[in-house]
């Protein structure tokens, strides 16, 4: 177990990186095989996409992985839904677009670098662009994964503007459809944002029990809930009344266990909906994706242990400022916030504890 006390500064970060660092760099053979020549091979975007400058998508090779013994007779190849089916499979969701995708592809090696069983891992990449999947597989060869098309205008008309501008991208409310996106038969999802790093196993996250909750994530009752939303809305009994015989606290939708099938027979898409085409005519709310969540699910959440949701590394949605780990053993580390590490490392601006999502970064600068 990772237990790690709030420090701050540089002394924080290096007492954390000498913790995890045996996680980073001393797998076991059962748990992960190194390349022998380390990050030998480079990758490029293929240059028939016309989209993107070859230059800007040049990713390292991952290394390869293997399951350990203990997790049975190895898988067949991912060949069709039949496989995807599989109700041993644990299901990551994670979108993919050129903004985010060096953090996405950072996020899917340190989950599959601390899994025990990488070979059980579904992934389900969301994406609105064209021509990523290649990419994918020339950086993770063995990966058992599905690309899933989200149409923007699903939800263009929906977006309002935000207090950042990336908030209002398309691809922000994916999560909202996952139910309708991913098969019928997958009954149950981890969703991931891009911009965080899993430091544990994250079978440990995929067997939490909800209950008879749909989603589960890490809460925070002590903060002030109402900051999230307008001074109109707080003043109008037809939309405050919503929070009536509840307790809502404040989640983080960037880390959730969602039970898809308790979503789909109560069609909580629907509902999420409704609040957008609210928000577009009264203006009940300032900050993205996050507020129509917290009007349908806040009080009705499964409380998942805070070390899966290191969150806020990124720092405000304005100044992006550097922070420090919040008390407590760390399992997962997110860059939420306007401060993404690797621009402030490409910048040489870093916080500390950038230089822990930094060992897990697969992208090749050109010399």
Request: hydrophobic share 40%.
């Amino acid at each position: 177990m990772l237990w790690v006390m709030r420090f701050s500064g540089f002394f924080s970060a290096a007492l954390l990186m000498i913790v995890l660092s045996p996680s980073l760099q001393s797998f076991p053979p059962a748990e992960a095989i190194r390349s022998s020549a380390h990050f030998d091979t480079y990758l490029r975007y293929p240059t028939a996409s016309p989209a993107y400058h070859t230059n800007r998508f040049s990713f390292r090779r991952a290394p390869p992985f293997r399951n350990a013994d203990e997790c049975g007779p190895k898988r067949a190849p991912i060949t069709g839904e039949t496989s995807v089916c599989d109700p041993s499979l644990v299901h990551v969701a994670i979108t993919l677009d050129v903004e985010y995708l060096r953090g996405s592809i950072a996020a899917v090696h340190s989950i599959i670098q601390h899994s025990l069983c990488p070979e059980s891992i579904f992934f389900h990449f969301l994406v609105s662009e064209a021509n990523l999947e290649t990419l994918v597989r020339s950086i993770f060869p063995q990966l058992k994964f599905k690309v899933y098309f989200f149409d923007p205008e699903i939800v263009r008309n929906l977006i309002s503007t935000s207090v950042r501008h990336a908030l209002e991208q398309p691809l922000n409310y994916a999560r909202n459809y996952l139910a309708d996106l991913l098969e019928p038969c997958i009954r149950r999802v981890i969703y991931l944002d891009s911009d965080l790093v899993v430091v544990d196993d994250i079978s440990k996250l995929w067997s939490t029990s909800l209950g008879s909750r749909t989603i589960g994530a890490p809460e925070y009752c002590h903060a002030n809930i109402t900051k999230y939303f307008t001074a109109g809305f707080w003043s109008d009994k037809r939309f405050s009344g919503t929070f009536d015989g509840r307790k809502p606290c404040y989640f983080n939708t960037g880390v959730m266990v969602i039970d898809l099938a308790k979503w789909r027979r109560a069609g909580y898409t629907k509902r999420i909906e409704r609040w957008m085409e609210v928000q577009k005519s009264d203006r009940i709310y300032e900050l993205g994706s996050l507020p129509p969540f917290l009007l349908v699910f806040a009080g009705h959440v499964a409380p998942i242990e805070h070390r899966w949701n290191q969150h806020g590394l990124g720092g405000d949605n304005v100044r992006g400022s550097c922070r420090d780990l919040h008390r407590g053993p760390v399992s997962l580390l997110h860059w939420s916030g306007s401060g993404k590490p690797w621009i402030r490392l490409d910048l040489k601006k870093a916080c500390p504890l950038d230089s822990l999502w930094e060992p897990y970064d697969l992208y090749y600068h050109h010399s």
